[in-house]
């Protein structure tokens, strides 16, 4: 489960914006509600979920930036609020 969510990242970190950050991230919360034990112990040698999520969200956030949009930074932010609230 975690190669395709882990395939969302990798692409929106190499710059194909085929998903907007907003649906990426509604995704990506979604496996973490759905795994979350999965979520916390996957580990292919390329990095935890988590420390790919938390480049997701540092590019996310730059992303926002560049655009000026409030919009794109908040998907960073919902998830942050689901990091707390999911996975402790």
Do not use: C
Not at 5 to 18: A, P, Q, T, V
Not at 73 to 80: C, E, Q, R
Request: proline share 3%; glycine share 8%; no cysteine.
């Amino acid at each position: 489960m975690w190669g395709f969510y882990k395939h969302i990242i990798n692409m929106y970190l190499n710059g194909e914006d085929f998903i907007e950050p907003a649906q990426a991230s509604s995704v990506l919360i979604y496996f973490m509600v759905r795994a979350p034990n999965e979520f916390k112990n996957a580990n292919d040698g390329n990095g935890t979920p988590l420390s790919m999520l938390f480049q997701y969200i540092l590019k996310v956030f730059e992303v926002g930036k560049l655009m000026e949009s409030e919009m794109v930074s908040m998907s960073g932010v919902a998830l942050i609020i689901a990091i707390l609230e999911h996975l402790g």
